[in-house]
């Protein structure tokens, strides 16, 4: 299994900046990808950020060239760099992260796992 531990939202003013991390730890050698959703109230929950083990990384259009998401592996920990902030980018931040499905070392691991959210608010 895999625990996710979430830090750093919090309320900022329009054009600040917040950086959030994600601690995992438990079976993280079954870790492909880990990633960012977020979710405000009334809208479905979305993608904003991910970054494969190979560093390779996917931006919501929403986000790019505002956010940035790292990764530091022998941490285990995933970060999203959040600048230029908007109130439109108020919402639960979820950490996310993908596994690997027909590794046998993974067999009992489930697909993906779910940090407990943490709360960004921007204010105009």
């Known amino acids: 299994q895999v625990q996710l531990v979430e830090s750093g939202g919090g309320l900022v003013q329009a054009g600040g900046s917040l950086r959030l991390s994600c601690a995992a730890s438990?079976?993280?050698?079954?870790?492909?990808?880990m990633g960012w959703y977020r979710q405000a109230p009334g809208k479905e929950r979305e993608l904003v950020a991910a970054?494969?083990?190979?560093?390779?990384?996917y931006y919501a259009d929403s986000v790019k060239g505002r956010f940035t998401i790292s990764r530091d592996n022998a941490k285990n920990t995933a970060y999203l760099q959040m600048n230029s902030l908007k109130p439109e980018d108020t919402a639960v931040y979820y950490c996310?992260?993908?596994?690997?499905?027909?590794?046998?070392?993974?067999?009992?691991?489930?697909?993906?796992?779910w940090g407990q959210g943490t709360q960004v608010t921007v204010s105009s």
């Open positions: 996310n992260t993908i596994g690997k499905p027909g590794e046998r070392l993974c067999d009992h691991t489930d697909y993906e796992y």
């Open positions: 970054i494969t083990n190979g560093f390779s990384t």
């Open positions: 438990g079976d993280t050698i079954c870790i492909s990808a």
